[in-house]
């Protein structure tokens, strides 16, 4: 199975957060190591602009066999173009992979089965699309939207239940997300997400689901590892 870990050099949240020291080396190098690690990865190729990721990359084994166009590294870009263009290129390198996976850059608190227990379960459900997630710790019905003049708007109108009543809502992490290649191609061909009828889910713990975007989950992600 490929493996597509896409990290660009322009991250606004933390400033090049990919290639930032945590607990001895540098963020995106947790997640290609995990995917080392993994029974049914065969390939690992980093899709990024930065030359600098792109060594860092190559030093601790994956491939980088292109520069992303910096026109698909923008702020607003949709990361689906980033595998779609991984995958044309490699098409046209004569490598086909009916499946892949990507694994968040700087999601560096994987467990070391989390990858493949979560392709096992992608095959056992026969899915076209597995998703990494983690439980949402609050009631949707505590949650407001903001009006232009400052004021609340519940987001949904229900009665208000106390946190163990409320029904379990599930966030993608940004850990792992497994792919049926035609699928995902299908779907960007036609201006859809990444779901489909046969989207399945991984449940992460809290302590597991960290994908570094701050300062804050920086030193959190430091002080997991360290723990660990």
């Known amino acids: 199975m490929l493996a597509i870990i896409a990290a660009r050099g322009g991250s606004k949240g933390l400033k090049n957060?990919?290639?930032?020291?945590?607990?001895?080396?540098?963020?995106?190098?947790?997640?290609?190591?995990?995917?080392?690690?993994?029974?049914?990865?065969?390939?690992?190729?980093?899709?990024?602009?930065?030359?600098?990721?792109?060594?860092?990359?190559?030093?601790?084994?994956?491939?980088?066999?292109?520069?992303?166009?910096?026109?698909?590294?923008?702020?607003?870009?949709?990361?689906?173009?980033?595998?779609?263009?991984?995958?044309?290129?490699?098409?046209?390198?004569?490598?086909?992979?009916?499946?892949?996976?990507?694994?968040?850059?700087?999601c560096p608190v994987r467990a070391k089965n989390d990858i493949d227990q979560a392709v096992e379960l992608y095959f056992k459900k026969k899915a076209k699309t597995l998703v990494s997630v983690k439980e949402n710790n609050k009631p949707i019905e505590w949650y407001f939207r903001k009006t232009k003049d400052g004021r609340l708007v519940k987001f949904k109108k229900k009665k208000i239940q106390n946190r163990q009543g409320h029904e379990k809502f599930l966030i993608p992490n940004g850990s792992i997300y497994v792919f049926n290649t035609k699928q995902l191609l299908k779907n960007?061909?036609?201006?859809?997400?990444?779901?489909?009828?046969?989207?399945?889910?991984?449940?992460?713990?809290?302590?597991?689901?960290?994908d570094i975007d701050n300062l804050n989950d920086f030193y959190f992600a430091d002080y997991l590892l360290r723990k660990k």
């Not at 029974?39 to 690992?44: A, V």
């Not at 030359?51 to 949709?78: C, H, T, W």
């Not at 960007?188 to 960290?210: A, H, V, W």
């Open 17 to 106: 957060k990919n290639v930032l020291n945590l607990n001895g080396k540098p963020v995106i190098a947790y997640s290609i190591q995990d995917a080392l690690k993994s029974k049914f990865i065969t390939k690992i190729i980093v899709s990024t602009d930065s030359p600098k990721i792109a060594k860092i990359a190559k030093d601790f084994g994956a491939e980088v066999p292109f520069l992303r166009p910096k026109k698909l590294s923008q702020d607003n870009s949709s990361i689906n173009n980033a595998f779609e263009h991984a995958i044309k290129f490699l098409e046209k390198k004569g490598f086909y992979y009916d499946n892949f996976i990507s694994l968040g850059g700087c």
């Open 188 to 210: 960007i061909q036609t201006n859809k997400d990444y779901t489909n009828n046969r989207t399945f889910y991984y449940l992460m713990p809290e302590e597991r689901s960290i």
